[in-house]
């Protein structure tokens, strides 16, 4: 089975600085989907950004990115340039290309950004 | 504003009743999804449908059943309530039903149930 460890249960930043959220899985499919999701005080849970497996190219939006390690199974999200609208908890999912699409979430990562 | 609409916001209730939580999917999406995040479970898959048909079970309860209608809005039931199932209910929405590169997931606003 499928499962998902963010090994950081809370993280702080300070304002326009970089902070890396860390997340790993575990899988034996070759094909399969990674996304970060932000759920802010509000709880609504908002797609930040996504990695397709076969790509070997980092996603990039804006100021977040991925660094997808394949081999390690690690899909790690940078925040550049942070800011307070940033504060909220981070969820790493994966999504397999054999199962329907249930998403498998980790336990996620509370990040607070201070002025 | 996802275009997932859930309902209501909040529901209260006491421990033994019946409360059916609503969900609109975006226009143009076909999958429905439920999920249930506690504090002490997470973020949890409970039932997926496509087009009317179920499609994957998580982890969900009997007491815990759910639909999705001709016009794709679903309704997941929840019945015999007990303390534990006072959590936060997300429905997301997506417009394949596999793992597909366009099948995004985005998510309501969610549905707190506080069971007293």
């Known amino acids: 089975a499928q499962t998902v460890t963010q090994s950081q249960p809370e993280m702080s930043v300070q304002e326009a600085e970089t902070v890396t959220l860390s997340c790993t899985y575990d899988t034996s499919e070759n094909n399969y989907y990674l996304f970060w999701y932000k759920q802010p005080p509000s709880r609504q849970m908002i797609l930040v950004i996504r990695q397709e497996a076969y790509k070997q190219q980092n996603a990039t939006e804006n100021r977040f990115s991925v660094n997808f390690q394949k081999a390690a199974k690690s899909f790690s999200l940078k925040i550049s340039d942070s800011q307070l609208g940033d504060t909220a908890m981070y969820f790493c999912a994966f999504h397999g290309s054999s199962n329907t699409g249930k998403l498998i979430f980790g336990q996620g990562t509370t990040l607070q950004v201070k002025p | 504003d996802s275009g997932v609409t859930q309902t209501p916001k909040h529901l209260i209730t006491a421990t033994g009743q019946r409360v059916t939580l609503r969900c609109s999917p975006r226009?143009?999406?076909?999958?429905v999804y439920w999920y249930q995040q506690s504090l002490d479970q997470g973020l949890q898959f409970l039932i997926q449908y496509y087009n009317g048909e179920e499609r994957a079970k998580g982890n969900i309860l009997e007491r815990f059943s759910a639909q999705q209608f001709p016009d794709l809005h679903s309704e997941l039931n929840l019945s015999s309530l007990e303390l534990g199932d006072s959590a936060l209910y997300f429905c997301?929405?997506?417009?394949?039903?596999?793992?597909?590169?366009?099948?995004?997931?985005?998510f309501g606003a969610g549905t707190r149930l506080s069971v007293l």
């Open positions: 997301a929405s997506s417009v394949a039903d596999g793992g597909v590169a366009k099948n995004i997931q985005y």
């Open positions: 226009s143009g999406d076909l999958s």
